[in-house]
C-alpha cells in the first residue's frame, strides 16, 4: 500500500500552542497534500507542496517536505479553538491522491 | 458559488435495492473521484475519471460501478447494496487531468449511506 503513517493519531494542545503534525510515505510522490475536516464534513484542501519544494508557507501553516526521509509536517502556529479538526495528509502520485488515517487535533480554549 | 455538490446527503436502505449518489460541479473541473470513509480506515478512492468516457478503478472498487457522461456530473451506483457499503461518501474534482496527483482536489459535502 502507498499509504504511511501519521503522526501522533491524536493530539491536544492549549489554545495559542503550537501543533505539530508528521506524515511519512513509502513510495515516491509528485506532491503532498494536507487537508482539515471538520466533524462529519467534507475536506478542505490546506496547502500542497511539490516533491521538488521543501517547505511553503499559507498563513499560519508551514508545511515541510523531505522526500530523503520521506516525510512531510505540518506545523500550525498560534493554535485556535476553531483549528479542532482532523487533519489528512494525502500523497499524489499516479493519477490519484491517497490518504492516511488522519490526525485529530483538539484545541482547547 | 463554485462547488461539488452531492445527492442525496443521507440515505437509509436495503440490502440490495439499486441506488445512485448524484455527484455535480460547476467549476469546469476534468478530474473526478469517489472516496469512501470508514472510521479508523480514513479515505479510501472507490473510482476516478480523468475526462468524458474515461474512468478507472481506485483501491476499493467492489460493488460500485461509475459513469461520465458529462464533464460535470460523476454519479456512483450500487446496483445491488450491502450492509459493508454502509460508509460516509464524498465525491471530490480536481481541474486537471491528473487530479490530485497533480492538483488540489474539491470535495462534496458528503453523503452518508445506511444499508440495513
Known amino acids: 500500500s502507498q499509504q504511511g503513517e501519521e503522526d501522533p493519531q491524536a493530539l491536544s494542545i492549549q489554545e495559542g500552542e503550537n501543533a505539530t503534525m508528521n506524515c511519512s510515505y513509502k513510495?515516491?510522490?509528485?506532491?503532498l497534500q494536507w487537508y482539515r475536516q471538520n466533524s462529519g464534513r467534507g475536506l478542505v484542501h490546506l496547502i500542497l507542496i511539490r516533491s521538488n519544494e521543501r517547505e511553503k508557507h499559507s498563513g499560519r501553516l508551514r508545511v515541510t517536505l523531505d522526500t530523503s526521509k520521506k516525510s512531510s509536517s505540518l506545523l500550525i502556529t498560534a493554535s485556535r479553538a476553531a483549528d479542532t479538526a482532523s487533519y489528512f495528509c494525502a500523497r499524489g502520485a499516479n493519477s490519484k491522491l491517497t490518504f492516511g488515517k488522519g490526525i485529530t487535533l483538539s484545541v482547547r480554549p | 458559488e463554485a462547488q461539488v455538490t452531492q445527492n442525496p446527503r443521507y440515505l437509509i436502505t436495503v440490502t440490495g435495492k439499486k441506488l445512485t449518489v448524484t455527484c455535480s460541479q460547476n467549476m469546469n473541473h476534468e478530474y473526478m473521484s469517489w472516496y469512501r470513509q470508514d472510521p479508523g480506515l480514513g479515505l479510501r478512492q472507490i473510482y476516478y475519471s480523468m475526462n468524458v468516457e474515461v474512468t478507472d478503478k481506485g483501491d476499493v472498487p467492489e460493488g460500485y460501478k461509475v459513469s461520465r457522461k458529462e464533464k460535470r456530473n460523476f454519479p456512483l451506483i450500487l446496483e445491488s447494496p450491502s450492509p459493508n457499503q454502509t460508509s460516509l461518501y464524498f465525491c471530490?474534482?480536481?481541474?486537471?487531468?491528473?487530479?490530485?496527483?497533480?492538483?488540489?482536489?474539491?470535495f462534496g459535502p458528503g453523503t452518508r449511506l445506511t444499508v440495513l
Open positions: 513510495t515516491s510522490i509528485n506532491n
Open positions: 471530490a474534482s480536481s481541474p486537471t487531468y491528473g487530479g490530485g496527483a497533480r492538483d488540489t482536489q474539491y
